[in-house]
């Protein structure tokens, strides 16, 4: 971070010439020369006027040689006296109020920077920025081709890192994802407790956090739900009652319990509170099994007019995104209306992701991808939010696809819009 000291260094020297120059350039003549020039310009303006009379024949020769004289005497008088004010005695003083002011700007110059850099230290994103240049926006998993021990000595020194600079969510989050892949269910549990606790801490929803954490947790003791998952839940459902993870996390316990009234009413709440939630296809699964364990008819598809796509991020374009971009996925028609027949939106930290697209996501009841039998798949990565596509979005594309197959078709989002 030597580069990063250096140019703040060089601004705040830069900031500080433009505030303080104004004080640093004294005029080495002040009232004196001011004054000298007024009496200049009114001895020029009364000597015109008297040769004004003297030609008007107001004033003889012999008055206006007297006017002139005295004239020129005052004026000899007036600038002896500036000089006699000017003398050394005075000068003292001025130099004496010069010498504070100098003092004063001299402790500005220095408490100011110091100021500064203490308020950044404490408020601003040093430790960010340096994360940022060491880690990027995630680290790397053996499926990249790295081994796993020297993944798991990057977390190492990510976590010791976190422990030393704990007021990073974004750090947190990235050991606990990481952790996860790695199955270190115990490290993804902390992990994610200290993100919530810092949401909490800023006034932010920390109930999916809390979620992700009794799911790592869960796991970490063997599948079972103990007091500390419970203890967990507990909190996430105390801020969101219709927590997701939460919810899915109840319906596996009460499944493998053999209560699957309990996990049907779980995961179809999941359904009801986010129909075109990722792992929507294995939740109906889950739902039907346990139906059928109930002796109850599984469920036929109310739709077979889905598209099952997996959505993935170019590894050249990891740099120029950010993982809270918003992501769209959406079918249109191959030929017809632009308008969307089925959209999913996300967000860029959940790539790579499987969606269904289908009629429950349509944008209108005269719009649906069942009204078709062919799409075509857009995914976009959009930087301002909004769904139309603009300049400087990411997006990947795949036309025709045929509707209702069951087959998962891949989207890579590799393209800039331009």
């Not at 407790?193 to 909490?200: N, P, S, V």
């Not at 017809?336 to 939106?345: F, H």
Request: without cysteine; glycine residues 6%; negative net charge.
């Amino acid at each position: 971070m030597i580069d990063f000291w250096v140019l703040s260094a060089l601004l705040v020297v830069l900031s500080s010439v433009f505030v303080f120059y104004p004080f640093l350039k004294r005029k080495k003549q002040g009232g004196v020369l001011d004054r000298r020039s007024q009496n200049i310009e009114a001895f020029k303006a009364r000597l015109t006027e008297i040769e004004a009379e003297k030609q008007s024949g107001n004033v003889s020769d012999e008055q206006f040689q007297q006017l002139k004289t005295e004239l020129e005497a005052s004026l000899i008088n007036d600038v002896d006296g500036l000089e006699h004010d000017a003398q050394p005695n005075k000068s003292l003083s001025l130099d004496e109020q010069s010498s504070k002011s100098k003092i004063l700007v001299g402790l500005l110059v220095v408490s100011l920077p110091l100021v500064a850099y203490s308020l950044y230290m404490k408020w601003g994103a040093l430790d960010g920025v340096e994360q940022h240049r060491e880690w990027g926006n995630s680290v790397p998993s053996v499926d990249n081709g790295m081994p796993k021990g020297d993944i798991e000595d990057l977390l190492l020194t990510l976590r010791e890192k976190l422990e030393k600079n704990p007021d990073n969510a974004d750090g947190w989050f990235m050991l606990a994802r990481s952790s996860m892949n790695l199955e270190k269910y115990d490290q993804a549990s902390y992990a994610f407790l200290k993100m919530a606790a810092l949401l909490e801490k800023q006034q932010e929803d920390p109930s999916a956090i809390y979620g992700l954490a009794a799911q790592a947790l869960f796991f970490a003791e063997g599948a079972q739900m103990t007091a500390k998952v419970k203890d967990i839940l507990d909190k996430a459902f105390a801020i969101n009652p219709d927590e997701t993870n939460g919810l899915g996390l109840l319906g596996i316990d009460a499944f493998e319990s053999g209560r699957y009234e309990e996990a049907i009413k779980y995961w179809s709440r999941i359904l009801e509170v986010q129909p075109d939630n990722p792992s929507r296809d294995a939740i109906v699964a889950g739902i039907n099994k346990a139906r059928v364990a109930l002796g109850i008819p599984a469920q036929p598809k109310a739709l077979n007019a889905d598209v099952q796509v997996r959505v993935e991020l170019d590894p050249s374009l990891v740099g120029k995104v950010s993982p809270d971009d918003v992501l769209f996925i959406v079918a249109k028609a191959v030929n017809g209306s632009p308008m969307p027949l089925a959209a999913s939106r996300q967000t860029v930290a959940d790539l790579p992701i499987l969606v269904t697209l289908n009629d429950s996501m349509a944008m209108g009841p005269m719009a649906k991808i069942s009204s078709v039998k062919e799409v075509s798949v857009v995914a976009r990565v959009s930087k301002s939010g909004q769904p139309v596509a603009q300049i400087g979005d990411f997006q990947g594309m795949l036309s025709p696809v045929e509707v209702g197959t069951g087959e998962v078709v891949n989207v890579l989002i590799s393209e800039e819009v331009k």
